[in-house]
């Protein structure tokens, strides 16, 4: 059976409530799903795994359990070793291969979408007229998102075998179709 967009936003609000943990993961869904789109890849499945990625984290916050004692939870929800091995394979702590297009954008998408979100919360106009220029100056300031770890930022884009400014563009401008829910509109005056 595929899974679909609604059965995993329905698994991931069951164990998470945090707003910022949901944020995050429709900031990941959101990019996730753009490179689905633009690879021709399944965009519905692709979805699931974003959402599905972090949805025991409120849980197990710790590296001994996140997010390896979520699978069983997931193979008994019956979603595909597919989207259980992507989610494994997000995890820097289990060194999984990332051999598929959609381990390697999801990895991709999960730091890089959390770094923009710190970088929009702090611009009176959110996401509208960042820049990858200004995204990649924040990169480079330890003490900005300190918790984004910056090597897994310029792994990914280079997984996904994009120029990092390519990617950041990619990102923001998927992150912009979800502006709302992400807690990121602003009023175009603001
Ligand atoms: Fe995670
Ligand atoms: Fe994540």
Redesign the pocket.
């Known amino acids: 059976m595929e899974p679909t967009r609604e059965q995993a936003w329905e698994t991931l609000t069951r164990y998470t409530k945090s707003e910022s943990l949901l944020r995050h993961a429709l900031a990941v869904e959101a990019s996730t799903a753009a490179y689905a789109r633009k690879f021709g890849e399944d965009e519905e499945l692709w979805r699931v795994a974003a959402l599905l990625?972090?949805f025991d984290?409120e849980m197990h916050p710790t590296l001994d359990k996140?997010?390896q004692d979520g699978a069983p939870i997931l193979r008994e929800e019956g979603y595909p070793e597919e989207v259980i091995d992507t989610v494994l394979s997000?995890?820097e702590h289990l060194a999984l291969p990332r051999d598929t297009q959609l381990k390697k954008a999801l990895f991709a998408c999960?730091e890089m979408s959390g770094f923009i979100h710190a970088c929009a919360l702090v611009r009176p106009t959110g996401l509208e007229g960042l820049e990858p220029k200004s995204v990649k100056k924040k990169l480079k300031q330890p003490s900005f998102a300190a918790g984004v770890h910056r090597d897994e930022v310029y792994a990914g884009a280079e997984l996904l075998g994009l120029d990092l400014d390519r990617h950041i563009a990619n990102v923001i401008e998927a992150m912009r179709g979800s502006a709302a829910e992400l807690g990121l509109e602003r009023t175009a005056s603001a």
Do not use: E
């Open positions: 990625h972090d984290y996140h997010p997000h995890a999960d």
